[in-house]
DNA sequence: AAGGCTCGCAACCGCATCAGC
DNA sequence: AGCTGATGCGGTTGCGAGCCT
């Protein structure tokens, strides 16, 4: 009945790690490397714990590189535009981020990021705690709503405003949509989740981008937005993903036009596949 | 000064996926 | 193709530190 565990609960230790098990296990895993498996680690290394404790314990503390500490405002950028597009893939947005782990990014996200890009504030008797944090200017970027992650996507064809912009769905071709004379934040583009190619579903042409922002949206080198093919957002969805790659503030400087246009090969299907099965 | 409360972070848990047989 | 063990990942929990009353 039910799953084997993976190690005996019984007689290993679990909790906090003390310096000594630290000692053990960093010396173990330079000298010999993780020695085969995780799970026979903790044996051969001479400690009482589970391996995927040592596993744990390895990547988010020991292993070298690692950043701790406070996060600067480009990292925040990043998270915050990331998690917009994927959601909480933390692997995948920690690989963005040298040095940092994503269970890092993660608590990070849920303590700190969220909060203050949701603007929540719980009522409290009390006043909010000091924050020992750096900057107090993030409330104005990245989010413009507090919605989930791009999922349960949806096609549509009503004209609407996308971070300050007015917004055309067309009825063809390639998502297209010109900055003027918005600059692509420079982190952004050089976001790679996926292929570094797409291709026209008009004229067939493939080209190479700059960078793969995820969410099927791409970057060209003369800032250039492409939409995958195969990918359909609502006009909230692009809203959000533009706003993350824009960046905070577009005040108003509204004058450009952005179009969309949707691949006539999707109209009228129902369900489109995940795009983030493609990654 | 002490007790209560809140927050942040390390660690745990369980499910999903991968890899080898 | 199916099974099993190992690994990866994201959600959750628990504890310690700091702040408030």
């Known amino acids: 009945m039910g799953r084997t565990p993976c190690c005996d609960k019984a007689h290993v230790k679990r909790g906090p790690w003390s310096p000594e098990e630290d000692t053990k296990l960093k010396e173990f895993i330079e000298k010999y490397g993780i020695g085969g498996n995780w799970i026979s680690l903790p044996h051969k290394a001479g400690l009482r714990r589970c391996g995927k404790s040592c596993r744990l314990r390895w990547l988010n503390y020991l292993r070298p590189n690692i950043k701790h500490g406070q996060f600067s405002e480009e990292e925040d950028r990043i998270i915050c535009s990331l998690f917009t597009t994927i959601g909480s893939r933390w692997s995948i947005i920690a690989a963005q981020l040298p040095g940092r782990t994503d269970n890092d ?4 996200w849920n303590t700190k990021l969220k909060k203050k890009l949701l603007g929540i504030t719980k009522p409290s008797q009390t006043k909010p705690r000091q924050q020992k944090q750096h900057h107090q200017n993030h409330q104005q970027c990245c989010l413009p709503s507090p919605s989930p992650p791009l999922q349960g996507r949806s096609h549509t064809t009503t004209t609407t405003t996308i971070g300050g912009f007015p917004f055309t769905p067309a009825t063809s071709g ?3 949509v010109p900055y003027g004379q918005h600059q692509i934040k420079e982190s952004s583009a050089m976001i790679t989740l996926g292929s570094d190619q797409t291709c026209s579903s008009s004229d067939g ?8 922002v995820g969410g099927g949206v791409h970057l060209d080198s003369e800032g ?5 093919t195969e ?3 609502s006009s909230e969805e692009i809203n959000q993903l ?3 790659i824009l960046g905070c503030n577009n005040g ?4 450009n036009n952005l179009y969309l246009d949707y ?6 299907r129902e369900e489109l596949e995940d795009p983030l099965n493609y990654y």
């Open 224 to 228: 250039y937005l492409y939409g995958a």
């Open 105 to 108: 990014i993660k608590n990070y």
């Open 252 to 255: 108003g400087t509204n004058s």
């Open 242 to 244: 533009l706003i993350s």
């Open 263 to 268: 691949p006539t090969a999707n109209a009228g």
């Open 231 to 233: 990918l359909e957002y």
């Open 174 to 176: 390639l998502l297209e």
């Open 205 to 212: 042409s493939c080209s190479t981008k700059a960078g793969y």
